[in-house]
Nanobody, 123 residues
């Protein structure tokens, strides 16, 4: 089992920045691929970014490429998402996920989830 707890969400104006964190406990953090998804009201959960176990490879949705950066600190068992140049359309609940199998862009292929943190971007 892996337990994931997100933090760092909040209200920010368009063009601003936020950094999300995801603290992991349980099974060895450094052995898991990790990712971020988001879900806006009335919409399906969508892929945002993923990172492999070592942190050497990262993947992004086209909608956030160049604005968001995913990273991890295996010594602290923590995953991060730095979000810059935020837009109102980035408003959503952001979820941390662990242990992908198969298609990492599909929310159905991840084994563990956090409870989510709300990000609201005002125009």
């Amino acid at each position: 089992q892996v337990q994931l707890v997100e933090s760092g969400g909040g209200l920010v104006q368009a063009g601003g920045s936020l950094r999300l964190s995801c603290a992991a406990s349980g099974r060895t953090f450094s052995s898991h691929g990790m990712g971020w998804f988001r879900q806006a009201p009335g919409k399906e959960r969508e892929f945002v970014a993923a990172i492999n176990s070592s942190g050497g490879s990262t993947f992004y949705a086209d909608s956030v490429k160049g604005r968001f950066t995913i990273s991890r600190d295996n010594a602290k068992n923590t995953l991060y998402l730095q979000m810059n140049s935020l837009k109102p359309e980035d408003t959503a609940v952001y979820y941390c996920a662990a242990d992908p199998e198969g298609n990492y862009r599909s929310s159905y292929d991840w084994g563990f989830w956090g409870q989510g943190t709300q990000v609201t971007v005002s125009s």
